[in-house]
């Protein structure tokens, strides 16, 4: 009775630890990179409406417009010379930032980039994108539950999606 | 690959709250982009990028094709003090990986 215990027991802790190998194999990264980058949201990415990009990016598209957002693009303001890189800046009074979407409404596919935030997170906040043409850029945060939106226009002298 | 790419990263303590700025060195492509003998540049772009304080995950930037070239990120870490450790990891979409570290000043 003892030995057959004994065996069983060997038997689980091989079990164990094969699969504690397997876990180490798959964090130190020699699998391939789309395995393990199965979390990049590759529809939302992928989407050619912004509504699209939403429902597959948070799951619902119900938004409220909300003021307590400033939002800036390009420099000046609304303008961009070369969009290629264009500089946004992002601030809010909201608390609990959950996520930031942006996204550009006429880019070929508008989602361009999607923040996760820890709470250790403080607004603001500056990037650069492209953008193709002269189009609305869209900011929506995810605060508490609530999607906001807020939408800027700006002008493209030379298109930056090339 | 070509040219030897650097990350930059940048951590300082302003009254209460830690600002951080990052420069990836990376070409951003979008897969629409043609080189000079009018051939598609394949896509190759970052998709992910975490960063940390200390052992504590503090933010997860998922980018599409739109990021610019050399993408810059700039934003705010409540509190923090001297001394913290601000690490950063990416991996674009070819399974090309970076990592930037710095110490908050």
């Given at each position: 009775?003892?030995?057959?215990n ?17 876990a180490l ?25 912004v ?100 939408s ?11 | ?44 772009f ?35 003090k ?23 000043k």
């Open positions: 009775m003892a030995k057959n004994m065996q069983q027991r060997r038997a689980i802790l091989k079990g164990a630890i094969s699969a504690s190998t397997l194999v798959a964090a130190s990264g020699l699998l391939l990179p789309r395995q393990l980058l199965a979390h990049w949201p590759t529809d939302a990415f992928n989407a050619e409406t509504e699209d990009a939403l429902l597959a990016l948070l799951g619902q598209a119900e938004i409220a417009d909300d003021s307590k957002v400033n939002f800036k693009v390009g420099s000046p303001p609304s303008y961009a010379i070369n969009g290629a890189s264009v500089p946004f800046q992002l601030e809010s009074r909201l608390k609990n930032i959950e996520r930031i979407a942006i996204l550009v409404e006429k880019n070929p596919f508008p989602l361009a980039m999607s923040l996760e935030l820890s709470p250790a997170v403080k607004l603001p906040i500056k990037s650069m994108i492209k953008i193709r043409e002269d189009s609305a850029v869209i900011a929506i945060i995810r605060a508490e539950g609530k999607l906001y939106k807020t800027r226009f700006v002008e493209v002298d030379i298109g930056g999606c090339g | 690959m070509g040219l030897p790419r650097k990350d930059r990263i940048r951590a300082k303590l302003k009254a209460e709250d830690t600002t951080v700025r990052v420069l990836l060195s990376h070409p951003m492509h979008t897969g629409r982009a043609k080189n000079e003998a009018e051939q598609l540049i394949p896509a190759e970052i998709q992910d990028i975490r960063c940390w304080r200390n052992d504590e995950e503090v933010l997860s930037i998922k980018c599409g094709t739109a990021t610019a070239r050399n993408p810059y990120f700039s934003f705010h870490l409540v509190g923090g001297q001394g913290d450790k601000i690490t950063l990891r990416w991996v674009d979409n070819m399974g090309a990986k970076g990592i930037a570290e710095t110490v908050v």
